[in-house]
């Protein structure tokens, strides 16, 4: 069909344009063909009374390639897609299949000693306090089989993977059940502020075994002072600047490669 408002060539069936009509002429046909049912095409070409031309042939094969060519490059774009797909959920499973730590990620936090690291905290900040805790805390931690409940891997930055006790959405009774989880950074805060609050916990125990210094010494007044800024965290930077940094050195520390 000619389009005379567009001056192009419009295919009836697959509504394709064309500005010239030799190339409209050589898609019409094979484009009409394809289009009707299986039993059509038989009958067309059972009743063929002559062998179709070279032209007609060659027509025919530069379509079927074209065409061809084009399902081809789409196929590989829905393999890509379902390969990127495949990928994301690969980690989750392999690490519910090959990995069974011993302790959830929730227990290992609170079994933590952070005591033993408010002085990282007096002596540098919230941030050396909170990432000198969980290093130490995290022992080869590359072995798939150290039982520690979380993990990182460099092809999936900023993303953490913890073991915990998790609702079953999927459980008539909402049951819970232990399993490898994927978090984002920004979800992974919630632990970050939990290990903050533990550690406010620990410097007012702090306080109170050294509360007769500070109420009658000027340098033990202005030290508890100095070190409550720090345990609060540096005014200077957000809380969400500073749990990022937190959570990249952490990154670091963990992230292996993923062979799954």
Not at 52 to 62: A, C, G, Q, T, Y
Not at 231 to 239: A, D
Request: neutral net charge; aromatic residues 14%.
């Amino acid at each position: 069909m000619y389009n005379s408002s567009h001056s192009k060539y419009t295919c009836n069936h697959c509504f394709r344009n064309y500005k010239e009509k030799f190339n409209y002429d050589r898609h019409i046909g094979f484009c009409e063909f394809s289009h009707k049912s299986l039993r059509e095409r038989e009958n067309i070409i059972e009743a063929f009374e002559k062998t179709p031309s070279i032209n007609e042939l060659f027509s025919f094969v530069k379509e079927l390639v074209l065409r061809i060519d084009k399902l081809e490059k789409e196929n590989a774009k829905l393999k890509q897609f379902t390969n990127i797909n495949k990928r994301k959920l690969e980690v989750v499973e392999w690490l519910n299949y090959h990995n069974k730590p011993t302790i959830t990620f929730t227990n290992w936090l609170s079994q933590i000693h952070y005591d033993q690291y408010l002085n990282d905290v007096f002596n540098g900040d919230l941030i050396i306090g909170t990432v000198a805790c969980l290093q130490d805390n995290i022992s080869n931690i590359s072995n798939s089989n150290s039982g520690y409940p979380i993990c990182a891997f460099v092809e999936k930055p900023n993303a953490f993977y913890v073991y915990d006790e998790i609702i079953d959405n999927d459980s008539v009774n909402n049951e819970k059940s232990l399993k490898w989880i994927k978090i984002q950074g920004n979800e992974f805060d919630k632990w970050l502020n939990y290990i903050s609050h533990t550690f406010l916990i620990e410097f007012k125990k702090w306080c109170d075994v050294h509360k007769n210094e500070i109420d009658n010494n000027e340098i033990m007044k202005e030290k508890y002072f100095s070190n409550f800024q720090k345990v609060l965290g540096n005014s200077k930077i957000s809380e969400e600047n500073r749990n990022q940094r937190i959570r990249q050195q952490l990154f670091n520390k963990l992230k292996q490669h993923f062979s799954g």
